[in-house]
């Protein structure tokens, strides 16, 4: 099957300060990854559609000035959040499309103080 | 408007114990995928079904997708605790496409 790897796991940081996410395809190109949002015991909120070589489309709600989105290459895209605060400490996961079906990456908890 | 209504969303049940759990919507998708996903992890894909009337079966997991492929279930038999977890189904209108999701059941089963 197809691996997507998150970078970092988790991340504590400070108010105010800017947090990059690397989302990777490990085994296979992906032209499409999509990055969520997810609140415990709650399923998964779409935030934004990462095209390699275009700009992210973003979902209705979704800041796209807070929510840098970079998508490269065929193998990675970046999310930045930018100027966090603690209302952005939530689970990010990213996914790529391959074949059918799309696969996650294990997640990043982000934890804003 | 919730586009894929998940159903039900909590489900506790004993070892042993069947359960279907079912996702249903208006809309016709190209594809239906059904994830589990574990606390502090990403959801892990389970079945992709994509023909209307389709169904697959993964050991005691059966999964079925609806002659109109509007709609899909998932019946697990005999559960067991390592069944416990997160499930998530998610319609596709495109291959390649953004993924709608369903609320989610959060199952657990006690032994």
């Known amino acids: 099957g197809a691996v997507v790897s998150q970078h970092p796991s988790w991340v504590i940081c400070k108010s105010g300060t800017s947090v990059k996410i690397e989302c990777r395809s490990l085994d296979f190109q992906a032209t499409t990854m999509f990055w969520y949002r997810q609140f415990p015991k709650q399923s998964l909120m779409l935030m934004a559609t990462?095209?390699?070589?275009?700009?992210?489309?973003?979902e209705q709600g979704v800041e796209k000035d807070k929510f840098l989105i970079n998508h490269a290459s065929l193998t990675l895209s970046t999310l930045t959040v930018t100027s966090a605060h603690p209302e952005d400490s939530s689970f990010y996961i990213c996914?790529?499309?391959?074949?059918?079906?799309?696969?996650f990456g294990p997640g990043t908890r982000l934890t804003v103080l | 408007t919730q586009l894929l209504e998940q159903s039900p969303q909590f489900l506790s049940i004993q070892e042993g114990e069947n359960l279907t759990v079912y996702c249903n919507s208006s809309s016709v998708f190209s594809s239906l995928q059904w994830y589990r996903q574990e606390p502090g992890e990403g959801p892990v894909l389970l079945v992709t079904v994509v023909t209307g009337g389709e169904v697959k079966k993964l050991k005691r997991l059966t999964f079925q997708f609806g002659d109109a492929r509007k709609d899909s279930s998932l019946h697990i038999t005999a559960a067991q605790p390592g069944d416990t977890g997160l499930y998530l189904c998610a319609g596709a209108r495109s291959q390649g496409g953004k993924l709608i999701f369903g609320q989610g059941t959060e199952l657990s089963v006690k032994p």
């Open positions: 990462s095209n390699e070589g275009s700009k992210a489309t973003y």
């Open positions: 996914s790529a499309s391959w074949g059918l079906a799309q696969f």
